[in-house]
Nanobody
């Protein structure tokens, strides 16, 4: 059973930067993807970024394009989400998720980490 663990949530200042981490210890999948899905209060979970393990290709939602950067450390089975120019609309529980094979849905989820952007 794959477990995903998010790290790095907290209370952040508007305009600031922060980095979230998602660890997948014990994961042995070869061709997989990791995504970040924040869930804002009263809203559905919505994907903002993902990265492919096979070629490192990335994708971003318009709401975070140019502000957020997803990256990974394959040796440590860890994926990062660098968040810049934070604003109150980024406040959410951030979940990381893993798709274990090409064409599959998101079949593993972390427990989420709270990010609150407020002055």
């Amino acid at each position: 059973e794959v477990q995903l663990v998010e790290f790095g949530g907290g209370l952040l200042q508007p305009g600031g930067s922060w980095r979230l981490s998602c660890a997948a210890p014990g994961s042995t999948f070869v061709d997989y993807a990791i995504g970040w899905f924040p869930q804002a209060p009263g809203k559905e979970r919505e994907g903002v970024s993902c990265i492919s393990s096979s070629d490192g290709s990335t994708a971003y939602a318009d709401s975070v394009s140019g502000r957020f950067t997803i990256s990974r450390d394959s040796a440590k089975n860890t994926t990062f989400l660098q968040m810049n120019s934070l604003n109150s609309e980024d406040t959410a529980i951030y979940y990381c998720t893993l798709s274990s094979a090409r064409g599959r849905g998101w079949d593993y989820w972390g427990q989420g980490t709270q990010v609150t952007v407020s002055s």
